[in-house]
């Protein structure tokens, strides 16, 4: 079992809030990414990030934000949630090999 | 960039019957191809891993075979249980590079008791 965590699991919010997604890891690993996953099962590849003050975008255009101040947390902002943010969210990590470990990820819906 | 096609989206099998999943990539510099299983409610897990050096890999009821040449990939379950129902990815990487691995689109299998 994989020490990934992410907090909130479910989340429903009403358009204009901002949110924040927790994301943290106890395996020490460099690497974290955060994946949106659509109704269609699909992973998309939002942000990533190679270690402490690390971080970039990934192949899907995001209105959200991320930070990587210490290594074992990675959360995710966004500050003005629209009804086309409600999706899945999955946080990932890896470390000196290629195998991510995910978390369980947040359903997030914004009415 | 590189490319991951997943066939099919959905798979449906009777109980005892094998499933075969197919992916294919465009990217010949590929070497690590890694293959998630998601469960209901939980985030994707590593169920089994082949590197381009090797050709077929197994572990009890699944198998994994590489075709470096034809740039092609399966996933082999034999006899099928209702656990193993589950959306199941493939993912090619670039080992050396930038780590990140490049999905197919999944396929949700459903084994019928």
């Known amino acids: 079992e994989a020490d990934i965590y992410q907090t909130p699991r479910y989340l429903v919010i009403g358009t204009g809030k901002k949110i924040t997604l927790e994301c943290s890891q106890t395996?020490?690993?460099?690497?974290m990414y955060w994946y949106q996953q659509d109704p269609g099962m699909e992973l998309h590849l939002i942000h990533y990030s190679y270690g402490v003050n690390s971080t970039e975008k990934g192949d899907l255009s995001s209105e959200s934000t991320v930070s990587r101040i210490r290594t074992e947390h990675f959360p995710l902002t966004l500050e003005s949630a629209r009804p086309s943010h409600t999706s899945q969210y999955l946080c990932?990590?890896?470390?000196?090999?290629?195998?991510?470990?995910f978390g369980p990820g947040t359903r997030l819906t914004v009415t | 960039g590189e490319n991951v096609e997943q066939h099919p989206s959905t798979l449906s099998v009777q109980e005892g019957d094998s499933a075969v999943i197919k992916c294919t990539y465009s990217?010949?510099?590929?070497?690590?191809f890694p293959w998630y299983k998601q469960e209901l409610g939980k985030g994707p897990q590593l169920i089994i891993d082949i590197r381009s050096n090797v050709g077929e890999k197994k572990d009890q009821r699944i198998a994994v075979t590489l075709n470096k040449t034809a740039k092609h990939f399966s996933l082999h379950i034999t006899e099928t249980q209702p656990e193993d129902s589950a959306v199941y990815f493939c993912a090619a990487v670039i080992t050396g590079g930038s780590y990140i691995p490049t999905f197919g689109r999944g396929t949700s299998l459903i084994v019928h008791p």
């Open positions: 395996m020490g690993h460099d690497k």
């Open positions: 990217d010949s510099a590929s070497n690590y």
């Open positions: 990932a990590s890896s470390g000196r090999g290629y195998e991510q470990y």
